[in-house]
């Protein structure tokens, strides 16, 4: 989570689900980059493969959405009451 590129990705996908193409196209980088970056967000249980589209010209795209509709991200250690 502490690339940049993978929080665009969660930023992209709040909302509706997207392409790997149409992520890329938002967050203006290559569809390696982003394939790479959603690997490693669906290892970490933060986003998943939800459908499959076709495009015009016949090829499967592979639509993401993430698994939970709200993300509580926490900076820093949480500080223990005694």
Known sequence: MSSG????ILGV???????TSEIAK?????IQNVH???RRLEENGLVEPIDTWYSVKGRE????ALTAEKLVVQF???EQSQ
């Open 76 to 78: 820093g250690a949480a």
């Open 61 to 64: 795209m592979t639509v993401y």
């Open 5 to 8: 590129t993978a929080q665009s």
């Open 13 to 19: 996908l709040d909302g509706d689900p997207k392409t």
């Open 26 to 30: 938002r967050v203006d980088t290559s």
């Open 36 to 38: 790479h970056h959603l």
